[in-house]
């Protein structure tokens, strides 16, 4: 039996890739904040246990591997999907909501990676950051999202080439818009017409629409198995050619 944390696993992306890997046969821990929502993703399958706290200090993410460990006896992958999005240009980015933005999209993903890191290169398994196609170009007043998902996509290639002979995989990948609570949340904060909304992104796109939470956790959980055990250090777009 494989074992995979999904953190940012409430809603949204990550609730689509614990469920993934659960009804692909993974034994699945799926952490976030809100413990409510963590269990109506755990109803989905028997194969998802909940860890629900806060994900700031390092401490933090070693109690958090510490207890999947406890829980499972081993882990093969790790998924750092949880994220934020505070809107701003430099100017109006207060340092409040960059420390924030650093911490949730940039040092949580170190420090869970770095604690993983002995039990995933024993079983020879793999990590997965989540980050965003705002980390391989920029975005319109997102200042700090983009620097701290851009530092996510080169952590995830120099991990890649640090640990690749220990039998350690990373990978990222970057999503464009998705429909997700995220995204509802920003058109109620700018007090935008949601539908309005996401027309006017989907015409940003060469596709023509955004993408759904389950196209991303099918691509992350092809990036866990045996069939890509050749893809390393890769930063894959998955954003209906909006980064091309």
Same mark, same amino acid.
């Given at each position: 039996?494989?074992?995979?944390?999904?953190?940012?696993?409430?809603?949204?992306?990550?609730?689509?890739?614990?469920?993934?890997?659960?009804?692909?046969?993974?034994?699945?821990?799926?952490?976030?904040?809100?413990?409510?929502?963590?269990?109506?993703?755990?109803?989905?399958?028997?194969?998802?246990?909940?860890?629900?706290?806060?994900?700031?200090?390092?401490?933090? +993410?070693?109690?958090?591997?510490?207890?999947?460990?406890?829980?499972?006896?081993?882990?093969? +992958?790790?998924?750092?999907?949880?994220?934020?999005?505070?809107?701003?240009?430099?100017?109006?980015?207060?340092?409040?909501?960059?420390?924030?933005?650093?911490?949730?999209?940039?040092?949580?993903?170190?420090?869970?990676?770095?604690?993983? @890191?002995?039990?995933?290169?024993?079983?020879?398994?793999?990590?997965?950051?989540?980050?965003?196609?705002?980390?391989?170009?920029?975005?319109?007043?997102?200042?700090?999202? +983009?620097?701290?998902?851009?530092?996510?996509?080169? @952590?995830?290639?120099?991990?890649?080439?640090?640990?690749?002979?220990?039998?350690?995989?990373?990978?990222?990948? +970057?999503?464009?818009?998705?429909?997700?609570?995220?995204?509802?949340?920003?058109?109620?904060?700018?007090?935008?017409?949601?539908?309005?909304?996401?027309?006017?992104?989907?015409?940003?796109?060469?596709?023509?629409?955004?993408?759904?939470?389950?196209?991303?956790?099918?691509?992350?959980?092809?990036?866990?198995?045996?069939?890509?055990?050749?893809?390393?250090?890769?930063?894959?777009? @998955?954003?209906?050619?909006?980064?091309?």
């Amino acid at each position: 039996m494989s074992v995979v944390l999904v953190t940012g696993a409430s809603s949204g992306i990550g609730a689509a890739i614990a469920i993934a890997f659960a009804e692909d046969g993974w034994d699945v821990m799926a952490a976030g904040r809100d413990e409510g929502r963590l269990e109506e993703v755990a109803d989905v399958s028997e194969s998802i246990v909940t860890w629900a706290g806060e994900l700031i200090d390092s401490e933090d +993410c070693e109690e958090l591997i510490a207890d999947a460990i406890e829980e499972f006896g081993q882990l093969d +992958c790790l998924v750092n999907n949880a994220g934020v999005l505070v809107r701003g240009d430099v100017s109006e980015t207060n340092d409040e909501d960059w420390r924030y933005m650093m911490a949730v999209n940039l040092d949580v993903p170190f420090f869970l990676s770095r604690a993983a @890191l002995p039990h995933l290169e024993r079983s020879e398994g793999s990590i997965i950051n989540i980050a965003s196609d705002w980390g391989l170009k920029a975005g319109e007043r997102a200042a700090a999202y +983009c620097a701290s998902k851009a530092g996510l996509v080169l @952590l995830t290639k120099a991990m890649a080439r640090d640990h690749a002979r220990d039998g350690l995989r990373v990978n990222a990948i +970057c999503p464009g818009e998705v429909d997700t609570p995220m995204l509802v949340a920003e058109a109620k904060a700018n007090d935008y017409d949601l539908d309005e909304y996401i027309e006017e992104l989907c015409e940003e796109v060469p596709s023509g629409r955004i993408g759904e939470p389950e196209e991303v956790a099918s691509l992350a959980l092809f990036l866990a198995g045996n069939g890509a055990l050749h893809i390393n250090g890769a930063a894959i777009p @998955l954003d209906g050619g909006a980064s091309a």
